[in-house]
């Protein structure tokens, strides 16, 4: 039975690309908060039950993707640190 290939998508591993994937998450966010405020407005005006529920759910969905830009903006921030501190095996110079 033969295996299907795999992908080798660096883009897909933890650490690498981490401004790149903040990025589309905040266009997410963005498109979220769009979405939210109109559902919002709509409501307001039309008092509509599944309005208040877009505007919920879209509010929800604002956060998480905040929540989300945060970890790929705070992994990058860990890598570069990571990179700069000396290996632990080396004795120090004074």
């Known amino acids: 039975m033969a295996h299907a290939p795999r992908w ?10 981490e401004p790149l994937k903040a990025a589309v ?4 966010l963005a498109t979220m908060g769009v979405c939210a405020a109109y559902n919002a ?3 307001i005006r039309r008092r ?3 309005l208040a529920v877009n ?6 969905a604002v956060w998480w ?10 992994a990058r921030d860990g ?16």
């Not at 505007?55 to 929800?60: K, T």
């Open 8 to 17: 080798d998508v660096k883009v897909l591993d933890s650490g690498r690309c």
């Open 25 to 28: 998450h905040g266009v997410l």
């Open 41 to 43: 407005a709509a409501w």
């Open 48 to 50: 509509q039950r599944h």
């Open 55 to 60: 505007a919920v759910i879209y509010s929800m």
């Open 65 to 74: 993707e905040g929540c989300h830009i945060v970890h790929h903006l705070a």
């Open 79 to 94: 890598e570069t640190a990571d990179r700069e501190k000396p290996p632990h095996d080396l004795p120090d110079a004074a």
